[in-house]
């Protein structure tokens, strides 16, 4: 704190302008401080965010999900779990059949995005814009 008291209109200027100094540095550090909570948290964000994956089905793209069902069906109860119990034919498919719905439509999205960069290139008039992604 400031010891100092203020007497003049002066004196009220200057304690205005050092505590808005002080304010400013104050938000800067909560700031930082923030960005270093964020990035010690992230392996807790990357755990929930996989468990999402794994308890929530992407339906975004039925027919995807309607591929991922057959082929687990197929592959996995019938060929790879058909000697297991009836908990792990239960759980295992559900688990895998969500996340690869999620799996999928990341990978969609990211294709349809390399897809219109191409398309905007070819609009652009820029050349070979095709053979560019293929190298």
């Given at each position: 704190m400031n010891s100092k008291k203020i007497q003049t209109y002066e004196d009220l200027i200057e304690e205005k302008k050092r505590l808005e100094q002080l304010l400013a540095v104050q938000k800067e550090a909560i700031s930082g401080n923030w960005?270093?909570?964020?990035?010690?948290?992230?392996?807790?964000?990357?755990?929930?965010?996989?468990?999402?994956?794994?308890?929530?089905?992407?339906k975004s793209n039925p027919l995807v999900n309607m591929g991922i069902d057959v082929a687990g069906d197929l592959l996995l109860r019938k060929l790879l779990l058909a000697k297991t119990g009836w908990a792990t034919r239960l759980v295992v498919p559900y688990l895998l059949k969500n996340y690869s719905s999620n799996v999928f439509a990341d990978k969609g999205k990211s294709f349809l995005n390399r897809v219109k960069g191409w398309v905007?290139?070819?609009?652009?008039?820029?050349?070979?814009?095709?053979?560019?992604?293929?190298?």
């Open positions: 960005e270093e909570m964020k990035q010690e948290f992230e392996p807790v964000r990357n755990v929930f965010s996989f468990m999402g994956k794994l308890t929530t089905r992407d905007k290139r070819a609009r652009n008039g820029t050349a070979d814009a095709f053979r560019e992604d293929a190298e």
